[in-house]
């Protein structure tokens, strides 16, 4: 009996001390909280030792004890947190367990691949270039329209997404392919296969002109100089390659072509190389995408950018373009 009344005596000192070492590191704590994360394949070991640098817990034994007593120990989901150090160890532990909220991230059209990859992995969704060097071919057979794809260039839909943190990168491209099978692919007609193509013009429209009136007429101008075997000479097709195919995330500078610039090999230098670039140069939308597949013929051969209005000047004589360039670029 004594023996009994020994082990429960220690048994009620352990539970004391254990709800003692679970308590707040400082329960008087105001601010904001402390920004903590899990990243993906961290374990109980690893978080432990993180909320212990943060001065998040009280002691690290406890919290091991109390979430591998309780069957949560691999629970704990990857993410962003925000943690006060005026919760208790079981507090934290239930917000580990539950996970972070979505994270709302917008894709702006015009975005390419390499910027998305950024602004995914700058808010916690994956990690920096998962989506930049994705095995996208693989999906071919779910999505047919990438069979004659080049690239995921072209694909990656803007709209407003939500995404668990540290989302799995099959997740976040499917998403992304199934916005774009649902919004933009009932716009082409019969086999994307021959529509590819559009969607590489989509792509320079987007970069080159803001309005939809001028997006058209350039959709037509395109297609007139590749019927006379014109080269395009369209700058953001080489902006896209001087910039390692990033457009938000090059400096302006650096986007500045220079003769040298225009005189460079290079497949997406269309001042020197005939017809379409081999993949689009940035993500369409709908308009883009509308404008590249209706086409306006006009005389127009050639086109500036108003530098104040962005308003598109066409010409259709070199003459005519080179007293535009005089009249409003210089």
């Excluded at 308003?311 to 005519?320: M, Q, R, V």
Aim: proline share 5%; hydrophobic share 45%.
């Amino acid at each position: 009996m004594l023996l009994v009344v020994s082990i429960a005596i220690v048994l009620f000192i352990a539970l004391v001390a254990l709800v003692i070492a679970l308590q707040p590191i400082d329960r008087l704590a105001k601010d904001a909280g402390v920004k903590f994360i899990i990243a993906k394949g961290d374990g109980l070991k690893e978080v432990v030792d993180n909320l212990d640098k943060e001065k998040l817990i009280k002691s690290t034994e406890a919290f091991k004890l109390y979430n591998l007593l309780s069957g949560k120990a691999h629970l704990f989901k990857p993410g962003h947190y925000t943690v006060s150090p005026a919760w208790n160890s079981v507090q934290i532990s239930k917000l580990l367990i539950d996970g972070p909220p979505e994270i709302s991230v917008i894709i702006f059209e015009g975005e390419t691949v390499k910027d998305i990859d950024y602004r995914l992995s700058a808010a916690g969704v994956i990690n920096a270039g998962e989506l930049e060097k994705y095995d996208w071919q693989k999906l071919a057979i779910d999505y047919p329209f990438l069979r004659e794809a080049g690239s995921l260039e072209g694909f990656v839909f803007g709209d407003t997404y939500r995404f668990a943190p540290f989302s799995d990168i099959d997740i976040v491209v499917r998403e992304f392919l199934d916005n774009f099978k649902k919004q933009a692919l009932p716009l082409f007609e019969g086999e994307f296969a021959a529509n590819y193509q559009s969607l590489i013009i989509a792509s320079l429209i987007e970069k080159e002109a803001p309005f939809f009136e001028d997006r058209k007429i350039i959709a037509g101008l395109i297609y007139r100089r590749m019927k006379l075997g014109m080269r395009l000479q369209l700058d953001a097709a080489t902006v896209y390659e001087k910039c390692g195919e990033r457009f938000a995330t090059c400096p302006s500078q650096t986007r500045r072509l220079s003769r040298r610039d225009l005189a460079s090999k290079g497949v997406y230098n269309t001042y020197l190389s005939k017809g379409l670039p081999p993949t689009p140069i940035a993500n369409p939308g709908l308009s883009a995408i509308k404008a590249a597949l209706n086409p306006v013929k006009t005389r127009y051969i050639f086109y500036i950018s108003h530098p104040r209005t962005r308003k598109t000047i066409f010409a259709a004589t070199l003459d005519e373009h080179n007293r535009n360039r005089v009249k409003y670029l210089r």
